[in-house]
T-cell receptor, first 113, second 113 residues
């Protein structure tokens, strides 16, 4: 069974721009969660989607948003990029909301210049 | 919200020896505790998990123990091998699955040949 895939793997943007990252969960998994990983703050929860609805949200500003499609694929968007948004963005899939086991993709490395 | 503390931040052991990583959590309602291994350039890989109704779980050389009263859980790796070198993260998830995973800051495990 294929794992979680994320595209693109690397991205370079400049301050003020916006970016969209994509995640395809493991086949049959209906929940997708997004995390930001930085050296200073570690792994932080952004939001979780299940059945095309945002179920949970972490403590991030409204510039961070996401959506989920009917095939469970998910995208996250960051608008008005800041230097501090440079990070590894990780997507994790699980069978259902609150299902416990989350399986991570390889991440998208975003660099903001 | 939940807060997870992880110690030590760096652990160096001789090949063949055991390694122990400890975490504490703050939310007594948390009921799911996974451990992840992250290698350079990759996303976190789930290696073992435990739920709050279980005190110990073992999978070959890896074991996790949970003390609900003290709100701490530990990862034990026996007969360490060079391929065990990586960053290990503990995490906790609140009761009812209403929140994303809260991660510890990570432990860099170094296996000395």
């Amino acid at each position: 069974k294929a794992g979680v895939t994320q595209t693109p793997r690397y991205l370079i943007k400049t301050r003020g721009q916006q970016v969209t990252l994509s995640c395809s969960p493991i086949s049959g998994h209906r929940s997708v969660s997004w995390y930001q990983q930085t050296p200073g703050q570690g792994l932080q929860f952004l939001f979780e989607y299940f059945s095309e609805t945002q179920r949970n949200k972490g403590n991030f500003p409204g510039r961070f948003s996401g959506r989920q499609f009917s095939n469970s694929r998910s995208e996250m968007n960051v608008s008005t990029l800041e230097l501090g948004d440079s990070a590894l963005y990780l997507c994790a899939s699980s069978l259902g909301q609150g299902a416990g086991e989350q399986f991570f993709g390889p991440g998208t490395r975003l660099t903001v210049l | 919200g939940e807060n997870v503390e992880q110690h030590p931040s760096t652990l160096s052991v001789q090949e063949g020896d055991s390694a122990v990583i400890k975490c504490t959590y703050s939310d007594s309602a948390s009921n799911y505790f996974p451990w992840y291994k992250q290698e350079l350039g990759k996303g976190p890989q789930l290696i073992i998990d435990i739920r709050s109704n279980v005190g110990e779980k073992k999978d070959q050389r890896i074991a996790v123990t949970l003390n609900k009263t003290a709100k701490h859980f530990s990862l034990h790796i026996t007969e360490t091998q060079p391929e065990d070198s990586a960053v290990y993260f503990c995490a906790a998830r609140g009761g009812g699955g209403a929140d994303g995973l809260t991660f510890g800051k990570g432990t860099h495990l170094i296996i000395q040949p």
